[in-house]
């Protein structure tokens, strides 16, 4: 199904809307009547991939930016505001995921890119749309964390500190924003079959097509979940890890390969 072209339809604005989870969200938006603004740093794949599924720019909007630059996003959702109006639901989906090694120096350039797209861009998404949403009394903020906030993993030091920084902030703004209508919605993604976990060098148990994430995230932003980790198995191995005692935990993760860094490959 199409987005309608009627201006009075639901609007979804996206981010990372290029590949992997953002992609199969906007699909889900669209299937369910939804108009469509979509952000990716790459604008031109973003545009021919939404011509290829039909849709006219009454349907869907296409914005360049890069989350990661605060001036750039926040452009984006003004633009949006200014073409297409206010959006019903906002997904800050956009993120990255690289493995670091703090003896590294390079790998703390790594780590400030990853707080500036995954935390800052995070912010920088919802900025524009907090005013009207609350003036409005109603709307969505959708935060992509991940099942990595639960526990730090070895490699992982700068993605699982923004995931668990991204719980933290949407749990502050939904607290901000309690009494105005506007939900703020954390998601939690086990492992999803992208661009950012194929180089992955460990099992990833209950892994999801990024439809079937879709899928369900769609039931939890439509049901305005506060908090949900998607599939709930992953929820389940995530509370049962938070649950070890530390001395516990560190051998459970022994010897498991880290993620791989800036330019290095699958093992």
């Known amino acids: ?39 990716a740093r790459r604008s031109e794949e973003l545009q ?25 996003i926040v452009a984006a959702g003004r633009a949006c505001l200014a073409r297409q109006g206010v959006p019903d639901v906002v997904i800050a989906n956009a993120g990255i995921s690289v493995g670091m090694d703090t003896a590294e120096r390079d790998d703390l350039d790594v780590m400030a890119r990853t707080f500036a797209t995954n ?3 995070m912010a920088a998404t919802f900025h524009p749309f907090v005013a009207p949403m609350r ?51 954390t998601l939690l993604p086990g492992y999803v079959d992208t661009p950012l976990t194929r180089e992955n060098r460990y099992r990833m148990p209950f892994l999801m097509t990024p439809a079937a994430f879709a899928d369900q995230a769609f039931s939890a932003i439509e049901a305005r979940a506060s908090y949900r980790v998607i599939p709930w198995q992953m929820g389940v191995v995530a509370k049962l890890l938070r649950a070890l005692p530390n001395a516990w935990f560190d051998r459970v993760l022994a010897g498991r390969p880290r993620k791989h860094r800036q330019g290095e490959g699958r093992a």
């Open 135 to 185: 003036e409005r009394g109603s709307g969505a903020l959708v935060g992509i964390a991940s099942v990595a906030a639960i526990r730090g993993l070895p490699g992982h030091g700068a993605y699982c500190a923004s995931k668990a920084a991204v719980v933290s902030y949407c749990e502050s703004l939904r607290g901000e924003l309690r009494a105005s209508g506007v939900a703020v919605v």
């Open 119 to 121: 935390n800052l861009g």
């Open 1 to 39: 199904m199409n987005p309608p072209t009627d201006t009075a339809a639901p609007l979804a604005f996206i981010t990372g809307a290029s590949s992997g989870i953002g992609q199969a969200l906007a699909a889900r938006f669209a299937r369910a009547g939804h108009r469509l603004a979509l952000v």
């Open 48 to 72: 021919a991939w939404a011509q290829a599924q039909g849709w006219d720019e009454d349907r869907c909007c296409v914005y360049r930016a890069d989350v990661a630059d605060t001036d750039s």
